[in-house]
């Protein structure tokens, strides 16, 4: 078992590493990484130590072939204690600065100072059991000898828990659902993790130095090593294994699919909109020349009807009509081009109730009878370009009115509300409509997919709308809501305090 998680973590981190190279994805890369080489040192170091019994081999080898296989690998004592020292001191490190980067204290004005007093213990227990200082310096059978195990195992386990309380203050503090579920699973990662590093975390890197010290050699360690276990051990040591191995390989593949499925999707949308911004501009024209043409039809048909008496008022609304969707159409191609035409994006921090401002009045020039409830707190700010940011959150009032009519609830209003959640802003709008399948989910965001009529809607909508919001340098997501409707969460880069 514990032959397979280490080969996962292994696995794991350079795959994650390989994904996205972020400052998250190379902090959760260093913690698989960093406990990858502290079990492998443990298990090289219990294959050559043996004296288990063949169940405890089952457990962490799978057989006794593999143990043997171990045993005869030609590494010294001060390698292998060295590679003991670096997991077991870096692990805890690496797992708190992941901690503090999602914590809310690494916006703190001394969050630099918390990062060098993190260094401290790390750093003095790495030099303490280096193996020609702790040789030289760490005389055998010696309090001093006890005082840097208790030392380096104190520590680290308090760096274990403190990381483990500042991801569960966090969590408790997201309210968002979704900001809650893509943060738990990384917490659920991080907490399997912990737990197999606390099950053999025990392992004193001196033992390894002085492994033929008799006295010290039983008296740290591993306790499960200490003596033959009976079958409950046997089976809370298996069942200890198989529940943190499984949670920490499955959490880490979540969170590895999580990336890459992010990325897949970028990725498949970026052509899509490449695509579209390449031959949308020839589409505008076609059609636009074509409407023109129709236009100058229209002029000669109402020229030649002026002259006829029959039915001539008649004739005349059927070209009123005519005219009147031909302005419209040359309406919706100039704003077509407009929205695949390259774009320049200012931002400035601007005030959210002066966006609420805008994105009504917007609204409301196109649904007069429309319903919004506002909750957006007017003092906090984000960096943002007033007038595309605006006409971004105008969108999705309209869509979600339409959505509300959709579903035969006029009377209830569109709800717009904003969420302060760790690094980010989040305007939330809310409908009551009747949801968004899981089908149309896929491709909601797509140029030019509509599940609405396609003679007055194009499709570019919320395609238009995601533009702006990745050129604010946030997200748009889309959830659908327990009591019915959906909710568009637009996530944008937290401004100030």
Same mark, same amino acid.
């Given at each position: 078992?514990?032959?397979?998680?280490?080969?996962?973590?292994?696995?794991?981190?350079?795959?994650?590493?390989?994904?996205?190279?972020?400052?998250?994805?190379?902090?959760?890369?260093?913690?698989?990484?960093? &406990?990858?080489?502290?079990?492998?040192?443990?298990?090289? &170091?219990?294959?050559?130590?043996?004296?288990?019994?063949?169940?405890?081999?089952?457990?962490?080898?799978?057989?006794?072939?593999?143990?043997?296989?171990?045993?005869?690998?030609?590494?010294?004592?001060?390698?292998?204690?060295?590679?003991?020292?670096?997991?077991?001191?870096?692990?805890?490190?690496?797992?708190?600065?992941?901690?503090?980067?999602?914590? @809310?204290?690494?916006?703190?004005?001394?969050?630099?100072?918390?990062?060098?007093?993190?260094?401290?213990?790390?750093?003095?227990?790495?030099?303490?059991?280096?193996?020609?200082?702790?040789?030289?310096?760490?005389?055998?059978?010696?309090?001093?000898?006890?005082?840097?195990?208790?030392?380096?195992?104190?520590?680290?386990?308090?760096?274990?828990?403190?990381? *483990?309380?500042? &991801?569960?203050?966090?969590?408790?503090?997201?309210?968002?659902?979704?900001?809650?579920?893509?943060?738990?699973?990384?917490? +659920?990662?991080?907490?399997?993790? !912990?737990?197999?590093? *606390?099950?053999?975390?025990?392992? $004193?890197?001196?033992?390894?130095?002085?492994?033929?010290?008799? $006295?010290?050699?039983?008296?740290?360690?591993?306790?499960?090593?200490?003596?033959?276990?009976?079958?409950?051990?046997?089976?809370? =040591?298996?069942?200890?294994?198989?529940?943190?191995?499984?949670?920490?390989?499955?959490?880490?593949?979540?969170?590895?699919?999580?990336?890459?499925?992010?990325?897949? @999707?970028?990725?498949?949308?970026?052509?899509?909109?490449?695509?579209?911004?390449?031959?949308?501009?020839?589409?505008?024209?076609?059609?636009?020349?074509? =409407?023109?043409?129709?236009?100058? *039809?229209?002029?000669?048909?109402?020229?030649?009807?002026?002259?006829?008496?029959? $039915?001539?008022?008649?004739?005349?609304?059927?070209?009123?009509? *005519?005219?009147?969707?031909? %302005?419209?159409?040359?309406?919706?191609?100039?704003?077509?081009?407009?929205?695949?035409?390259?774009? !320049?994006?200012?931002?400035?921090?601007?005030?959210?109730?002066?966006?609420?401002?805008?994105?009504?009045?917007?609204?409301?020039?196109?649904?007069?009878?429309?319903?919004?409830?506002?909750?957006?707190?007017?003092?906090?700010?984000?960096?943002?370009?007033?007038?595309?940011?605006?006409?971004?959150?105008?969108?999705?009032?309209?869509?979600?009115?339409?959505?509300? +009519?959709?579903?035969?609830?006029?009377?209830?209003?569109?709800?717009?509300?904003?969420?302060?959640?760790?690094?980010?802003?989040?305007? %939330?709008?809310?409908?009551?409509?009747?949801?968004?399948?899981?089908?149309?989910?896929?491709?909601?965001?797509?140029?030019?997919?509509?599940?609405?009529?396609?003679?007055?809607?194009?499709?570019?909508?919320?395609?238009?709308?995601?533009?702006?919001? @990745?050129?604010? +340098?946030? !997200?748009?997501?889309?959830?659908?809501?327990?009591?019915?409707?959906?909710?568009?969460?637009?996530?944008?880069?937290?401004?100030?305090?």
């Amino acid at each position: 078992m514990l032959l397979v998680l280490v080969a996962g973590l292994l696995a794991g981190s350079l795959l994650v590493l390989l994904i996205k190279r972020t400052r998250e994805t190379l902090l959760m890369s260093a913690v698989c990484l960093t &406990l990858t080489i502290f079990l492998a040192g443990v298990m090289i &170091l219990i294959s050559k130590q043996g004296g288990i019994s063949r169940e405890l081999e089952r457990v962490l080898f799978f057989s006794h072939a593999v143990r043997v296989w171990l045993q005869y690998r030609f590494i010294t004592l001060n390698q292998l204690g060295l590679v003991v020292s670096v997991g077991r001191h870096l692990f805890p490190l690496c797992l708190l600065e992941m901690s503090l980067y999602y914590s @809310r204290l690494s916006a703190a004005a001394n969050a630099r100072r918390l990062h060098w007093l993190a260094l401290l213990c790390p750093a003095a227990s790495l030099t303490a059991y280096w193996p020609g200082f702790y040789r030289g310096l760490i005389p055998p059978d010696s309090g001093l000898q006890a005082a840097l195990y208790y030392f380096s195992y104190l520590w680290a386990a308090g760096y274990v828990v403190l990381a *483990l309380l500042l &991801l569960a203050l966090e969590l408790r503090a997201i309210r968002t659902p979704f900001c809650r579920r893509q943060f738990g699973k990384t917490a +659920l990662c991080l907490l399997a993790l !912990s737990a197999l590093y *606390l099950l053999y975390c025990g392992q $004193d890197p001196g033992q390894i130095y002085r492994f033929y010290s008799y $006295d010290y050699l039983w008296i740290r360690g591993a306790g499960y090593l200490q003596y033959t276990l009976s079958v409950g051990g046997y089976v809370l =040591l298996t069942a200890g294994n198989v529940i943190c191995g499984a949670l920490a390989l499955a959490s880490l593949l979540m969170y590895t699919q999580d990336t890459l499925t992010a990325r897949e @999707r970028e990725t498949g949308l970026e052509r899509r909109f490449d695509v579209a911004r390449s031959g949308a501009s020839v589409f505008v024209h076609s059609i636009k020349n074509q =409407l023109l043409a129709n236009r100058v *039809l229209h002029k000669r048909i109402r020229g030649e009807l002026q002259r006829e008496a029959p $039915d001539l008022e008649k004739l005349r609304q059927y070209v009123d009509s *005519l005219s009147q969707n031909n %302005e419209q159409l040359i309406t919706r191609s100039e704003e077509l081009y407009r929205t695949v035409k390259s774009k !320049s994006v200012r931002l400035f921090p601007i005030s959210l109730d002066r966006l609420e401002r805008v994105a009504l009045d917007r609204f409301a020039r196109k649904h007069p009878e429309g319903l919004v409830e506002s909750r957006l707190d007017g003092d906090i700010q984000v960096l943002a370009d007033e007038n595309y940011l605006s006409e971004a959150l105008y969108n999705l009032l309209a869509n979600a009115w339409e959505a509300n +009519l959709e579903a035969g609830r006029s009377d209830r209003p569109v709800l717009l509300v904003c969420h302060q959640e760790r690094f980010y802003t989040i305007l %939330e709008v809310r409908d009551q409509g009747p949801g968004i399948s899981p089908a149309a989910r896929k491709h909601i965001f797509e140029p030019f997919y509509s599940s609405k009529n396609a003679n007055f809607n194009w499709g570019m909508g919320l395609y238009h709308t995601r533009t702006i919001v @990745r050129s604010h +340098l946030g !997200s748009l997501r889309v959830e659908n809501n327990p009591g019915g409707g959906a909710s568009f969460l637009v996530v944008l880069p937290r401004y100030g305090g």
